[in-house]
């Protein structure tokens, strides 16, 4: 009897440790997935997701930069783990052997991304010997070059003045610059101040897009809060469709622009659905492989990249597949 009393005890003791390390590989792991971003309208809702008890900082953790730049700094030294950046900035990272990993697109610029200039300049020819602030990113080389074109213009037609994003609205109204090429709120607040738009994304149809990418290791560790962050922005965006008014006043607080200029902001741009990602992403070949072939095909001429990538290695499907299939199920 006290030989079965002892054996009971030691399957209990082992089927309790099982358990133990059973819940340890099903649970999420103790760190949140770190998302890293910059003041963009097109990444407002993340914020509005997290404002709303989508998600929390438990799973999914937004981190705020001023800038495209330090964002990209961040990703590269490993402090987060996903970022919100355009689709040329993606390529960059792929080409530094980052292994991002594109999981949706947030939006698709159309006029959001812009070149303001200062009356009494209202042509990209008058450009010709000005100052341009432009920030030291791929988005800002990969628009000025796109605007130049369209003008006639090299770059050596140019002064260029390197200038963070959160500097650009100093440097135009202290007359630092002639023009700058910026984007949305700054857009929307040098034109309160009286700069004329003279070149913007909607120009260049499908050409910059935002997404967010996930590190390859990184998106395989923190798979359930990529879902959780997928989820959050899903129902964000849902959220803002019906209740628009309210979502845009929410959402403008951190752009520093009112409600009405948010939604203003928000027109400049497209944000595609679930279903829409799912033809980009999903789709067999990705749809965003398209625009992504034309923009590096640009950029290697204009030597903003060294060498070609491997498109299907920098998009990842499975996380949108996994999000609509749960969708399905719950209809």
Known sequence: MEKFSRARGITGLFLIALAAIISACTQEPANPLRVGTNVWPGYEPLFLARDLGYFDD??????????????????????????????????????????????????????????????PI?????????????????????????ALEHGGLQISDVEVIESRVDQHESAYLQGKVDAVVTFEPVRTRLLRAGAVDIFNSSQIPDEILDVIVVRQDDRRVHAQQVQRLLQGWYRALDYLAVHRQEAAARMAVR?????????????????????????????????????????????????????????????????????????????
Do not use: W
């Open 58 to 119: 438990a799973s999914v953790h937004l981190v705020e930069f001023s800038s495209a730049t330090e964002v990209l700094r961040a990703f590269r030294n490993g402090t987060i783990d996903a970022a919100c950046i355009t689709l040329d900035e993606a390529l960059l990272l792929a080409q530094d052997q980052q292994h991002p990993q594109i999981i949706v697109v947030t939006d698709i610029s159309d006029g959001a991304d812009t070149l303001l200039a200062r009356p």
């Open 122 to 146: 209202t042509t990209l020819a008058e450009l010709k010997g000005r100052r341009v602030a432009v920030e030291n990113s791929a988005l800002g080389a990969y628009m000025l070059t796109r």
């Open 255 to 331: 752009e520093q622009i009112t409600a009405e200029e948010f939604q203003l902001a928000l027109s400049g741009m497209k944000l595609p659905s679930l279903e829409e990602n799912r033809r980009l992403i999903a789709s067999s070949p990705p749809g965003i492989v398209t625009s992504a072939q034309h923009l590096m095909t640009v950029m290697l001429d204009k030597k903003l990249l060294s060498h070609s990538i491997d498109m299907t290695s920098l998009v990842d499907s499975t996380p949108l597949r996994t999000l609509a299939a749960s969708s399905s199920r719950q209809r």
